[in-house]
Nanobody
Framework: QVQLVESGGGLVQAGGSLRLSCAASRSTFSFNTMAWHRQAPGKQRELVAT???????NYADSVKGRFAISRDNAKNAVYLQMNSLKPEDTAVYYC??????????WGQGTQVTVSS
């Protein structure tokens, strides 16, 4: 059973930064695309950023230029560096990983709250 554990969330003022981490229970070499999603209260879960096995990244328009996704396969981890945070970034952030057979695995989420 694959486990993904997020950490690094918290309360930050607008304009601040946070770095989210997602630790995987097995080597991230075994995952294809990894991603971060978020879900704000009363809204649907949305895709924030993706990174392929080869390191190609993609971002939602709302976070382009402010967020950066990265992965460290040696540490079995994926990260989300979030800069210039806005109140509308407030959400629970989830890590997602796709196995080689494209089975999707989710973490339990970490809360990010941005105060104005």
């Amino acid at each position: 059973q694959v486990q993904l554990v997020e950490s690094g969330g918290g309360l930050v003022q607008a304009g601040g930064s946070l770095r989210l981490s997602c630790a995987a229970s097995r080597s991230t070499f075994s995952f294809n695309t990894m991603a971060w999603h978020r879900q704000a209260p009363g809204k649907q879960r949305e895709l924030v950023a993706t990174i392929t096995w080869g390191g190609t990244t993609n971002y939602a328009d709302s976070v382009k230029g402010r967020f950066a996704i990265s992965r460290d396969n040696a540490k079995n981890a994926v990260y989300l560096q979030m800069n210039s945070l806005k109140p509308e970034d407030t959400a629970v952030y989830y890590c997602k990983a796709f196995g080689v057979d494209w089975t999707a695995y989710w973490g339990q989420g970490t809360q990010v709250t941005v105060s104005s």
